[in-house]
DNA sequence: TTCTGTACTTAGAATAAGTCTAAGTTGCGA
DNA sequence: TCGCAACTTAGACTTATTCTAAGTACAGAA
């Protein structure tokens, strides 16, 4: 009886503890990119011992390393973490700072006219506004 | 007889100081796109007096907030500076890390397709790839 | 001219995000 | 059951940036 979680980082060769498992159920369960921190502050008070900031950091790079979250960078000095690793962009709420995805099939394919030298691999938009409540 | 660089600032309401001349000479003459620390770097030794960091960092904000440049952000932790602000997008050469302009009519114009709500004011394109030589 | 107030710059301290270190803990596999 | 490698921890460290407190520059008033 391994869980959804555990199943899912034993499929992305990443060894479930309980620290990487409550940290990755954590993301799978938000749709709000939190930042490290507020992961930190989600998920210590859900493991029976402390939870030290550095197993965050490493637990967070690892799941990055292994494909199971991305990183996802909107404004300076602010990196955020992202379960949906499906192809998708981001619209920014410039208000309230709130990041929301973007199905990548609900923007037009981009199309580029670039020097032949320049190979692309991928690309990502963000976009600016505002929610209207 | 003010210099083409003080026109610059006085136009868009900054008080032409050497630092601040010296610092927007530099980020209109180059186009790769410098961190704080690169800025800092290239133009202490243009000055008769000693710059501090401070200074950089007070004078990019400066420059930020009058439209003189713009921030960049393709990279967690790395705020780079921008003096081209016609409307561009960036290519980011992921094996170096160099970030090229790309001009917005290089790109073509994005469609979205979200909900009402979302009221959409700019975008920007990050590309990622490589720069065969 | 000199005076003077405000804006600017400075060095270094403080903060914040993230990494590293050294020591202890866990838990699978022989 | 044991041994070992992988993992976690607290706290030190690093790096980017901001803040602070004190000094400097300089335009306008007198
Ligand atoms: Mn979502
Ligand atoms: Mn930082
Ligand atoms: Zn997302
Ligand atoms: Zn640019």
């Given at each position: 009886m391994t869980s959804h979680i555990e199943e899912l980082l034993t499929t992305h060769g990443v060894k479930p503890t309980a620290q990487r498992a409550v940290i990755a159920e954590y993301l799978v369960g938000t749709?709000?990119?939190?930042t490290a921190d507020e992961v930190f502050q989600a998920v210590s008070?859900?493991?029976p011992v402390s939870l030290s900031r550095a197993t965050v950091y490493n637990t967070l790079n690892a799941l990055v390393e292994a494909g199971v979250i991305k990183e996802v960078v909107t404004d300076p000095g602010r990196v955020r973490y992202d379960?949906?690793?499906?192809?998708h962009h981001h619209f920014v709420?410039?208000?309230?700072?709130q990041v929301y995805d973007v199905d990548a099939h609900k923007v037009s394919a981009l199309k580029l006219d670039l020097a032949p030298e320049f190979s692309v691999n991928s690309y990502h938009v963000t976009i600016f506004g505002e929610v209207k409540k």
């Open positions: 749709d709000c990119h939190p008070t859900k493991l379960a949906n690793v499906s192809d709420d410039v208000k309230t700072g």
